[in-house]
């Protein structure tokens, strides 16, 4: 078994969860990042960087594959708020911010974790990972297990500030910071 | 839009593109979301999935739909999709993650996704471009 696996996830993903959630991660990961076909399409982080990477570039706001991340940060904000982790105010702002905010801020990241660190335990195998594939999901990682490849976005002050810059600890000065840019920064 | 799947009507999307209707749109795109991310596993990939266990998923579904309680078409619309979900569901009791399932599912996932982006006001996402991800 390789000892690193990877998981591509768009920026604003990683700021959710660094600012909003606790800087508890959530993402499927991979046994490898390479294009060729080691594991399903949607299962390769290889291609969904390369996928979401496109929509940044080009930019494409009305990609298929960004509204479908857009839904899915919208499930993970409605998951928080269910468990009372997020208030109805906040969630709220957030579901909008998923949902409108630009494309710019779906840039790849990519998280390289050390499968040493991460107990089977904490190893959700589900899917195509029950069929061959070499992927599980990590719905608990911790800034500190994982690194952040591929985040060279120097180009956009925001992703800079706000993910190559973070603080470990977010202060209410640098979350209400975030709110208001993602809040100012919507679909063209 | 698929012509028999869920969907919203003419009279809705406009209703619910009104700014005055900002609560009513907040409480559908939660319920969709949910609704989402019950189909999606069924789809043949589980990337998309934010919810893995699928009964909580469910229950936050049923929770979220009694703020929509009430409110006719929206609420109506909503249970067609979990019509939907729950067809899918026993299709794959009875022959598992077939190829059939999983066509059925991502076209109903592309309806649900069709659904959130008016509910949200962005509509004009590509959603009827060839999907470009095999099943994984």
Known sequence: ?188 | MNATGPCFSAWEIASLQQPRNRELQDQVVRCLSFLSDLVQRYTGSMFLVMIPEEDLALSYLERALVGLAGRKPFEASIRAGLDAYRRIRALTEEQGLSPHVTELARATADDLLEMWSYATSQPGFRLDECDRRAAG
């Open chain 1, 1 to 188: 078994m390789p000892r690193y696996y990877y998981g591509a996830v768009p920026a604003l993903a990683w700021i959710l969860n660094h600012y909003f959630y606790g800087g508890v991660h959530y993402g499927w990961l991979a046994a490898e990042f390479h294009p060729l076909r080691t594991n399903p399409s949607s299962s390769n982080p290889y291609v969904i960087y390369g996928q979401l990477y496109a929509a940044w570039s080009w930019p494409d706001e009305r990609d298929k594959f960004v509204a479908q991340l857009r839904n899915a940060l919208c499930v993970g904000v409605a998951a928080h708020e269910e468990r009372r982790t997020l208030d109805a105010v906040l969630a709220r702002r957030l579901r909008s911010i998923c949902s409108n905010t630009s494309v710019a801020f779906f840039y790849p990241v990519v998280y390289r974790v050390d499968l040493e660190r991460i107990p089977p335990s904490r190893r959700i195998v589900a899917g195509s990972g029950e069929d061959g594939s070499n992927e599980f999901l990590a719905r608990d990682l911790c800034e500190t297990e994982f690194e952040l490849l591929l985040a060279d976005n120097r180009g956009d002050a925001d992703f800079v500030r706000f993910v190559l810059d973070a603080d470990a600890h977010p202060t209410r000065s640098s979350v209400d910071a975030v709110l208001t840019t993602l809040e100012g920064r919507v679909i063209a």
